[in-house]
């Protein structure tokens, strides 16, 4: 095995990543991010299971949120520091614990603990992007990590799919259960064919690592602008998906939530744009694939704000907003990434808990706002994220204009 490994990294250092293991790494990646968002479409179950109250059940999501966040911050730097497969190995086997302990909680401290540990362990997906970035050439750097970040949107939409299935043959504990037998898997498939990184772990100190990441943020205002969006992007993206389940769930819809979960494969699309917004970054095209991204982005509400009347053209939103989330988070992270390839680590977890507060904000915000302005006001609020990243891209655009 020792052998393998040793091959993989030689061959990786002068070729990059092959296609399996760009494949693999993807298919891992989505894996470990779908255990933040199967609770989505089960939000409803839960808190009837555990006395949660309506107005409360986004604490649910945000959460795990929050354990997500902490984990950007004090453990996806760690991964500059010490041999990332071993890391992968041991995180992805805790993430399986805590897996469990969410499947059997009998009271709602148990499980809001449980899902705040399982959202801390789920950083898993941002060392692997790490570490695809770090293995990958040069050249091909912005197009695996397109892959990769496929296998992140697939992940999360497949989620709400595979969730809505589970939770109505075997219940909402099930679709926790399986995960965890599924984290177990995927670290065994790892194991066999995740190259070690070829520079090796990284100099200095844990706290070194941790007191350089806002220093670094405060320092490039490249980090802090494509932080910003990835803040207000994911509010308007979390904002629709945990409130989607309220209204479909209730009447006139009354959905079951296999079917709740099939809205999930509308955003596809986004795993593709994901793709392709790699090649664009790689190409140098990464601001105005940006700037497009986020007017569809904006465009999307005014379908979404249909659901009542139109299904269709609320699939359609769904579809727009997917596509320009995941486009801008791409091109972001090819932009992060590029800045500097040795700490692509504290990098991506810098930008990550942009990312973090953004979901966490959107989650009890758009929840609260089902709950005191229905659907419209769920559209308001998503809208008006989404403006305030387009108009950030808007004005840094401008002001490099100025300056040249």
């Not at 091959?7 to 002068?14: D, L, N, Y």
């Not at 790699?278 to 465009?299: E, I, P, Q």
């Amino acid at each position: 095995m020792e052998a393998r490994s040793t091959r993989f990294a030689q061959e990786t250092q002068r070729d990059g990543l092959s296609g399996l293991q760009s494949l693999v790494m993807a298919a891992a990646a989505g894996l470990s991010v779908a255990n933040v968002y199967y609770a989505q479409p089960l939000l409803d179950l839960m808190a009837k299971d555990l006395a949660i109250s309506p107005a409360a059940i986004g604490l649910i999501v945000t959460l795990t949120q929050v354990g997500y966040g902490l984990g950007l911050i004090f453990i996806v730097p760690i991964s500059d520091l010490v041999d990332r497969r071993s890391l992968i190995k041991v995180q992805g086997l805790l993430a399986a614990i805590a897996l469990v302990v969410v499947a059997t909680a009998r009271s709602k401290m148990i499980l809001l603990l449980g899902m705040a540990v399982v959202g801390l362990l789920a950083v898993l997906v941002q060392i692997l992007v790490a570490h695809a970035a770090a293995l990958a050439t040069a050249a091909q750097r912005g197009r695996v990590v397109g892959m990769v970040t496929s296998g992140v949107v697939t992940g999360i939409l497949a989620a709400r799919s595979v969730a809505g299935v589970v939770a109505d043959v075997g219940g909402w504990r099930a679709v926790y259960m399986a995960s965890a037998l599924s984290m177990v898997v995927m670290v065994g498939v790892l194991n066999s064919v995740l190259p070690k990184h070829s520079a090796g772990p990284g100099s200095g100190t844990y706290v070194d690592a941790l007191i350089s990441i806002p220093r670094t943020f405060l320092r490039e205002p490249v980090l802090l602008l494509r932080g910003g969006l990835a803040l207000l992007i994911f509010a308007s993206f979390s904002t629709f998906w945990t409130a989607l389940v309220l209204p479909l769930s209730a009447s006139p819809f009354s959905y079951s939530h296999t079917r709740i979960g099939l809205f999930g494969l509308v955003g596809l699309a986004g795993a593709i744009a994901a793709t392709y917004a790699g090649r664009l970054a790689d190409r140098g095209h990464g601001k105005w694939t940006s700037g497009v991204s986020l007017v569809l982005l904006l465009a999307s509400w005014g379908l979404i704000a249909l659901l009542p009347s139109s299904i269709p053209l609320m699939l359609a939103g769904v579809l727009l907003l997917d596509l320009g989330v995941q486009a801008v988070h791409v091109t972001n992270l090819s932009v992060v990434v590029a800045l500097n390839q040795k700490r692509s680590g504290q990098l991506i977890g810098g930008y990550m808990i942009f990312y973090s507060i953004g979901s966490a904000i959107g989650a009890i915000a758009g929840t609260s706002a089902y709950g005191w302005f229905g659907w419209l006001g769920v559209c308001l609020l998503g809208g008006t994220f989404s403006f305030c990243a387009l108009a950030l891209w808007v004005a840094t655009r401008l002001a490099a204009s100025a300056d040249r």
